[in-house]
């Protein structure tokens, strides 16, 4: 068995703008450490998109980015040409994270030219909403290499039993590990004040917040949400809808204009990317955090919500039956009126029992979403895939179905 086996995780960005998917990789990559998986992350450096997110103790390999690379997929050949030469001497195993990108393909060569395993995280990405969006563009980048990159992929990760499923309606047959992802839990006595947030946005003072965090864009529902809070608002005075995130392909003018249109903004505000002790203070500080998704593979800001102890509501297009199982919030069906249904419930419900059902989820959380436990999953599946020794439980095989 490789003692300590040599990782490469290559992923597009992980600038703080990007998403979700920079903060897997960079928190992923911090807790293998701990389980003596020597990780490196290979990125491109998108500087417009906010700071790198980067452990002081990870050794990442950055390029910065020109005009060529941010307008051409993140086209760099240099970065390239290096991932090579790291695989042919530093590396036992690529790991992908991501579709669609420059990155990806270099990959995916780089491990097929030096025959390594290439693990690839879609992220959410093969979801049939995602593939819908820029269907032209994506059909083409299909044919002409992603195809390509997907089947070369010695195992795929997919964060939930729906993106699994998504996977193998597309026909691939490789082994599937089914690790979700990962939260850092807050400390107990971690609670910035409300006054951090509220000194920069004076309308949040004395309101109950209404949070949305996430990054602005049409697949989160956000739309939706404004149309139902319009509803809602004058009977829900005390309560106050905060959109927080990055504004990630400039949506946040066409959700501005229809704040506008609805007469919502006295009873809205955007703040923009939050991080840090505003972050901290925004859910910690949250009555509830509701997103109204149409799509998404894990959706980390849930979970991050209920490791504050918040109640979320969200859509059965995010895989979040466990906010019912576990009674520690609502999942509904991808509308309208189901949403503002459970809004209703929500916001009408004592303080004291939306406090109950946050404590629950976090302790959801505490059990099942730590780092530590999805790094130890993730150290299991490349010590399998290097040694050839049982297979982890969370690795899924083909089964194909039997032919009436």
């Not at 490469?8 to 990559?29: D, M, P, Y």
């Not at 998108?46 to 700071?51: D, V």
């Not at 002790?277 to 955090?289: G, R």
């Amino acid at each position: 068995m490789v003692h300590q086996p040599r990782v490469c995780q290559v992923v597009a960005s992980i600038n703080e703008f990007v998403g979700g998917t920079a903060l897997f990789v960079t928190s992923l990559n911090t807790a293998l450490t701990k389980q003596q998986i020597l990780s490196r992350i290979f990125t491109l450096n998108y500087q417009k998109k906010g700071r790198q997110i980067i452990d002081d103790n990870i050794r990442v390999d950055s390029y910065d980015t020109n005009f060529l690379a941010r307008n051409l997929r993140g086209f760099h050949t240099q970065a390239g040409s290096d991932l090579n030469k790291l695989a042919l001497n530093e590396l036992d195993l690529i790991h992908n994270h991501g579709l669609w990108m420059f990155p990806n393909i270099y990959a995916r060569q780089a491990a097929l030219s030096h025959s390594l395993p290439l693990v690839i995280s879609p992220h959410g990405m093969l979801e049939a909403w995602s593939l819908k969006r820029s269907r032209t563009k994506k059909w083409l980048a299909w044919l002409l290499y992603e195809q390509k990159n997907l089947n070369s992929a010695t195992v795929f990760h997919a964060t939930s039993r729906e993106e699994l499923n998504s996977i193998r309606q597309l026909g691939f047959q490789q082994p599937i590990v089914l690790i979700p992802s990962g939260v850092d839990i807050p400390e107990d006595n971690y609670q910035p004040s409300r006054e951090v947030l509220a000194k920069l946005f004076p309308a949040l003072t004395d309101k109950r917040w209404l949070l949305f965090f996430s990054r602005l864009h049409p697949k989160k529902g956000i739309d939706n949400l404004l149309y139902v809070w319009q509803e809602l608002a004058v009977q829900y005075s005390d309560w106050h809808l905060v959109i927080a995130g990055p504004n990630f392909i400039n949506y946040q003018k066409e959700l501005e204009l229809l704040v506008k249109k609805l007469n919502l903004i006295e009873r809205v505000t955007f703040t923009g990317m939050l991080t840090g002790q505003q972050k901290a203070s925004a859910l910690s500080n949250a009555d509830l955090f509701v997103l109204p998704t149409h799509s998404e593979n894990f959706g980390i800001a849930i979970a991050e919500s209920l490791a504050y102890g918040v109640p979320v509501i969200t859509t059965k297009g995010a895989p979040w039956q466990e906010l019912e199982t576990h009674k520690c919030g609502w999942w509904v069906e991808d509308n309208q009126e189901a949403l503002m249904d459970a809004l209703v419930e929500a916001m009408e419900m004592p303080a004291s029992e939306r406090q109950e059902m946050g404590l629950k989820g976090r302790k959801l959380v505490e059990v099942k979403y730590s780092w530590q436990s999805i790094a130890k999953d993730m150290a299991s599946v490349y010590h399998w895939i290097l040694s050839g020794s049982e297979s982890p439980t969370c690795v899924q095989f083909y089964a194909p179905k039997e032919k009436n």
